[in-house]
């Protein structure tokens, strides 16, 4: 079974800061793996995602990812935090191959961002 | 853009009440989805529907059903509503991927729903 952990459920860092969340998967098969962010009354938007290409990831807003198999981490950074970055982030596994991959996501991490 | 669009932001229902959660996507996905997101628990898969009147069941199905009559819209039902329903509920689409590829899932604002 495939299943997520990130640890810290809240995570504070001072503007301009490095960001660090932190994301550990266990899967059977080799992993897609995602980090979305949800603003505050909003849906989930994706931020990056791995799909067996390159081992470290760039999305938007400055994030970048980093699959390590040996350690099954897929931790998301950002050299400098903005007050914009405060939000909630999930980070989510799949693996099947078939024509719908079932998202298994984890708790989630709150990020603040202090002035 | 990708825009999915759910009927409400904001339900305060009582318990027992029959409850209708709407969903709609713009994009002719094939793929719909209903989580539903608590504090500490990440987002759980109620159902999803991969074709017009297809439905399978997610991870916590009970208590729920959906309906899918129309590609763009995806319903979600709540029988007899409990409290332990009190939840925000996300809807989602995607593109139905050639094997072996992932298409990301696009997600609406949500629902947050009270059942007193």
């Known amino acids: 079974a495939q299943s997520v952990t990130q640890l810290g459920s809240h995570v504070s860092v001072s503007e301009g800061a490095l960001v660090l969340l932190r994301c550990n998967y266990s899967?059977?098969?080799?992993?897609?793996l995602f980090w979305y962010v949800q603003y505050p009354n909003q849906g989930l938007q994706l931020l990056l995602k791995y799909t067996s290409a390159a081992t470290l990831v760039k999305g938007i807003n400055g994030f970048e990812a980093e699959f390590k198999k040996s350690e099954t981490s897929f931790h998301l950074t950002k050299p400098s935090a903005h007050m914009s970055d405060a939000a909630e982030y999930f980070c989510a596994v799949s693996g099947t191959k078939t024509s719908y991959d079932k998202v298994i996501f984890g708790p989630g991490t709150s990020l603040s961002v202090i002035p | 853009d990708v825009k999915v669009t759910q009927s409400s932001r904001y339900l305060v229902k009582r318990t027992g009440e029959k409850v209708f959660l709407e969903c709609v996507q713009d994009?002719?996905?094939?793929?719909m989805f209903w989580y539903r997101q608590d504090p500490g628990l990440g987002l759980r898969l109620i159902y999803f529907s991969y074709d017009v009147k297809m439905k399978e069941k997610g991870d916590i199905p009970e208590g729920y059903s959906v309906s899918r009559e129309k590609k763009e819209r995806f319903s979600l039902i709540l029988e007899s509503a409990s409290t332990n329903q009190t939840s925000m509920y996300l809807c989602a689409s995607s593109l139905r991927p050639p094997f072996g590829a992932y298409n990301e899932q696009f997600f609406g604002p949500g629902t947050r729903l009270t059942v007193l």
């Open positions: 994009m002719d996905h094939e793929n």
């Open positions: 899967s059977s098969v080799p992993p897609y």
